[in-house]
Structures are given as C-alpha cells and as structure tokens.
C-alpha cells in the first residue's frame, strides 16, 4: 500500500459501517486521519467501529442522511467531539433495484433520489461552510458510471448519480477559491451488499460492459479516494475520477 499523508485530518465517511464506505474509512485511518463514520444501521456500525479501531481513532454516529437535523446534528456533534472536519466522503447509498423506468414504483424512484443525491446536498450544505472557515477541505463524492451513461433497468439509480456529478461540480466552482476541493469518482461496480439489490441479468450486464473482465475492488476505491483526500490532490476540483476498468474513459 502506497503512503498518503493525512496525519492530524479528519474525516467523515458516510455509510461507512459496509463495503465500499468501511474500505474507505480503513484506508483513511491507515492515512494516518481520524474516522468518523455517518450510518443509519446502528448495528453494522458498531460492528466496523470495533473492526476498525485497531487502525486508528474511529466514532460513529447514527444519521439518517436525508434528514436535515440529523445531519446538522451529526456535523455539530463530529466538529465538537473532533475540534474540525477536514474531509468529507459522501459514499453512502442505494441502487433501489432493477425494473424498466415505467416499472418502477413512484417512492422507490423517491427514496433512491433522496439517499443518493438528497443526502449528499444535505452533508455538503452543513459541512462545506465550516471547511470554508478554517480555509481547507476535501469532499469527495461517490458517483457511479452509471451518472455518466445511464445504465438501462436502473433509471432512478443513474439520474442520482448523474446529479451527484453536477452537484460536485457546481459546489467545486462555488468554493474554488476558499481552499475546498470537491472531486468525484464514478466507479463501476463492486462486489458489496448492493449486488442483494440487484437482479443478476444486471450484474451480468454491468461485467459483460468491463472491458478489463473484471469488478472493481472495493480497495481500490479507496485508494483513489485517499489522494483526493490528501494534500497531494492540490489544483484539481470538480472533477469525475474515472475507476471502470477501461469502461468509460471520459
């Protein structure tokens, strides 16, 4: 593993109690920053809170990430149990299942426009003028290839992570000159719990889109994640991070 200096950051990882979130919270503890973890499944997040400690500090706290006072809260409670919050991972989300667009039930498409693209407005909002004050911040959004191409049988999915794309790069120009660099990476699909979400037609499909043959690993995410976090990542800002295995270069 290649060494990122985040020495003294800290960091709030939403939907970091499971798969892509909880590498990313490993990957930053073992960066040297301290983790705090934003889960609404209190159970699996006092689970990776004792998993991870070995690694570094890590806390938790239970949000529901599309309810502006929890996040509020969360965001006061992290700065005061923390001193500030220097990076912020907007990760957590949901695929909603698999189903033609007139298919789908109407608060289905709702709910999955709500924890994908809702909350990570929500935590951006309350965060990003605290990281302005202290004039350094890095929020990296989790998108999908699915923003950028629209996967067919996921509507509600793609048009939440395409508007994650546009959020990055509008808050990014907005604070460009205030020390806050917003990026995004639009990976392609993992091997974590969201596959229970999906119907297996659709992971055949998304692999069979792979040209490297392969899923991206969670790991590997969070490598990329971690420079973008880090003081390496220094004049790059409202930018999508490609992770596809060569699916989508653009």
Not at 20 to 29: D, K, Q, W
Not at 144 to 155: D, I, L, M, Q, T
Not at 207 to 212: D, Q, V
Request: proline share 3%.
């Amino acid at each position: 593993m290649n060494q990122i200096d985040l020495n003294h950051r800290v960091a709030v990882v939403t939907g970091g109690a499971q798969g892509i979130g909880f590498a990313v919270s490993e990957r930053l503890l073992k960066s040297g920053a301290s983790v705090v973890m934003w889960d609404m499944d209190a159970a699996k997040l006092q689970e990776a809170q004792t998993a991870l400690s070995q690694f570094g500090k890590v806390s938790g706290h239970v949000v529901e990430l599309t309810h502006d006072a929890e996040v509020a809260a969360a965001t006061a409670k992290t700065i005061q149990a923390n001193g500030h919050i220097d990076i912020l991972v907007n990760n957590a989300g949901i695929t909603g299942g698999n189903a033609p667009t007139w298919d789908l039930d109407p608060d289905v498409w709702r709910r999955v426009i709500e924890v994908n693209l809702i909350a990570p407005y929500l935590t951006c909002r309350a965060v990003t003028p605290h990281m302005v004050s202290r004039g350094w911040g890095r929020i990296i959004n989790v998108a999908s290839v699915a923003g950028k191409e629209g996967n067919p049988n996921a509507s509600h999915y793609s048009a939440s992570k395409a508007g994650v794309i546009a959020l990055t790069k509008s808050l990014a120009k907005e604070v460009a000159t205030k020390g806050v660099l917003v990026n995004a990476i639009a990976p392609a699909v993992a091997k974590t719990a969201m596959f229970a979400q999906m119907t297996e037609a659709h992971i055949a499909y998304m692999l069979g889109k792979i040209p490297m043959g392969r899923f991206v690993e969670v790991e590997e995410i969070a490598a990329m994640i971690a420079w973008l976090a880090s003081e390496d990542c220094s004049f790059t800002t409202g930018s999508v991070f490609d992770i596809t295995g060569g699916r989508s270069t653009y």
